[in-house]
């Protein structure tokens, strides 16, 4: 009388042949599941049925995966190697899973996500690559699943920089945590279509300020496409100043955000502090080079320092009343130095520095004399040894 009652075991349990040593594998409803969690496997086992439809493979000691340990699982949906040792994932290791929904890496040793690591996944939709040691996301390491991607974790890592460039193409995208980074800057606009997003942790990152987005508008009034937004970016160094008053001017109030910088403004909760305290210093110039005497063909330093809130950024007008770029004779930097390598005659003239933020600009002008050398037509040779025997030591300022 035991015996159907067997029999009905055996066929819902559907006892498979191939499953790997220690490893349970139960065929329910037509699909295969291969559970070897917490096994103490040190690789992917290799005899695993390719028909697997779940592969578990959490709390083992795997160091790596890639080569054959996933060849042909085409109808793998689910895949766990969560919490275990991985450092290395070999490059198209996951290239024959274009069925696969789920993919859970967190707890692992990972520094690196390459271009071609997670390619193939062409039907991902959740990425949990939380809690590993990452540094570094490439830009294309995400390019096959953009408009699939629902869910992406990867909080607690030690990212510097996420790409924002493909991050602001995941299309379906509703949950997003990159809590507890590294992050110290969102590109502006990415978050504009991202149409479904509903969550977006950046708790505890170094995220000095923000850029004005509607995503966050829409953390107040819900839009259309989705009703709420959870939004959390406490645990940052926020600079409470004019460029946040934007933020400041969204009722809310729930969040326990506060103030990094200014000084006076340390500590204190963010939407605590009255709007009219949200402010910027406009740029002072407070040093410049007044001129320069330079011998033809050295090189010019021009200098400009200018102080404000937020840091105002400076750029250079020339005698002929140009922006100057970057050139592989100039180079302009935001600090306030501008560096002209090669001097010719008609780099001379009034230059003016112009120190611009948030709230205004200053303006300062620098006078640079190009000491023409003599005998400028006679031997090319002779002029320019006598420019290299001369370097550095043509610069007078005043
Ligand atoms: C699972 O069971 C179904 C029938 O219930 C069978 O057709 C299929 O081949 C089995 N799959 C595996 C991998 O054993
Ligand atoms: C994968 O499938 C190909 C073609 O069916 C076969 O030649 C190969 O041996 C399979 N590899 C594994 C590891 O199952
Ligand atoms: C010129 O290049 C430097 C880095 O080499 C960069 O910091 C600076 O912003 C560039 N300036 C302009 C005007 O693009
Ligand atoms: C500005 O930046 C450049 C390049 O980083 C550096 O060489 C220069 O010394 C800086 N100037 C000042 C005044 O800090």
């Given at each position: 009388s035991l015996k159907p009652i067997l029999l009905l075991l055996w066929e819902t349990w559907g006892v498979v042949s191939a499953c790997p040593f220690h490893c349970?594998?139960?065929?329910?409803?037509?699909?295969?599941?291969?559970?070897?969690?917490?096994?103490?496997?040190?690789?992917?086992?290799?005899?695993?049925?390719?028909?697997?439809?779940?592969?578990?493979?959490?709390?083992?000691?795997?160091?790596?995966?890639?080569?054959?340990?996933?060849?042909?699982?085409?109808?793998?949906?689910?895949?766990?190697?969560?919490?275990?040792?991985?450092?290395?994932?070999?490059?198209?290791?996951?290239?024959?899973?274009?069925?696969?929904?789920?993919?859970?890496?967190?707890?692992?040793?990972?520094?690196?996500?390459?271009?071609?690591?997670l390619a193939g996944l062409v039907n991902l939709q959740h990425l949990i690559v939380n809690n590993n040691q990452l540094v570094k996301v490439s830009a294309q390491a995400f390019?096959?699943?953009?408009?699939?991607?629902?869910?992406?974790?990867?909080?607690?890592?030690?990212?510097?920089?996420?790409?924002?460039?493909?991050?602001?193409?995941?299309?379906?995208?509703?949950?997003?945590?990159?809590?507890?980074?590294?992050?110290?800057?969102?590109?502006?606009?990415v978050f504009g279509e991202l149409y479904k997003l509903a969550r977006l942790d950046m708790t505890s990152n170094r995220l000095r300020t923000l850029p004005p987005d509607p995503l966050f508008t829409g953390a107040i009034s819900p839009t259309p496409y989705n009703a709420v937004i959870s939004l959390n970016f406490g645990g940052n160094p926020l600079h409470c100043n004019c460029e946040l008053l934007w933020l400041r001017r969204l009722i809310r109030g729930d969040d326990m955000e506060t103030c990094a910088t200014p000084a006076h403004l340390a500590g204190r909760y963010f939407w605590s502090i009255p709007e009219e305290e949200f402010t910027c210093e406009p740029p002072l110039i407070t040093r410049h080079t007044h001129k320069l005497w330079v011998l033809e063909?050295?090189?010019?330093?021009?200098?400009?320092?200018?102080?404000?809130?937020?840091?105002?950024?400076?750029?250079?007008?020339?005698?002929?009343?140009?922006?100057?770029?970057?050139?592989?004779?100039?180079?302009?930097?935001?600090?306030?130095?501008?560096?002209?390598?090669?001097?010719?005659?008609?780099?001379?003239?009034?230059?003016?520095?112009?120190?611009?933020?948030?709230?205004?600009?200053?303006?300062?002008?620098?006078?640079?004399?190009?000491?023409?050398?003599?005998?400028?037509?006679?031997?090319?040779?002779?002029?320019?040894?006598?420019?290299?025997?001369?370097k550095n030591n043509g610069n007078f300022e005043n």
């Open positions: 349970v594998c139960r065929n329910l409803s037509e699909s295969l599941s291969t559970l070897c969690a917490d096994k103490g496997l040190l690789f992917v086992p290799p005899h695993v049925d390719r028909r697997t439809v779940e592969l578990r493979l959490a709390d083992n000691f795997i160091t790596e995966v890639g080569g054959s340990d996933f060849v042909n699982m085409t109808g793998l949906v689910d895949l766990t190697l969560s919490r275990n040792t991985i450092h290395l994932i070999r490059p198209m290791a996951f290239a024959d899973l274009e069925s696969l929904r789920s993919l859970h890496l967190d707890g692992n040793r990972l520094t690196t996500l390459g271009p071609r690591d390019d096959d699943f953009l408009v699939t991607l629902e869910d992406l974790d990867m909080s607690y890592n030690n990212l510097r920089r996420v790409p924002w460039e493909s991050i602001q193409n995941m299309a379906s995208l509703h949950t997003l945590n990159l809590d507890h980074n590294l992050i110290d800057h969102i590109a502006e606009g063909g050295q090189r010019a330093t021009l200098k400009c320092r200018a102080i404000g809130d937020p840091e105002p950024v400076v750029h250079w007008v020339s005698p002929d009343d140009r922006i100057v770029a970057n050139s592989s004779r100039t180079s302009s930097f935001s600090n306030g130095t501008l560096d002209i390598l090669v001097t010719v005659a008609r780099d001379d003239g009034a230059y003016t520095c112009i120190a611009i933020n948030a709230a205004g600009e200053a303006t300062a002008t620098v006078d640079l004399k190009i000491i023409p050398l003599p005998h400028r037509g006679g031997g090319g040779g002779n002029t320019g040894s006598n420019g290299g025997n001369t």
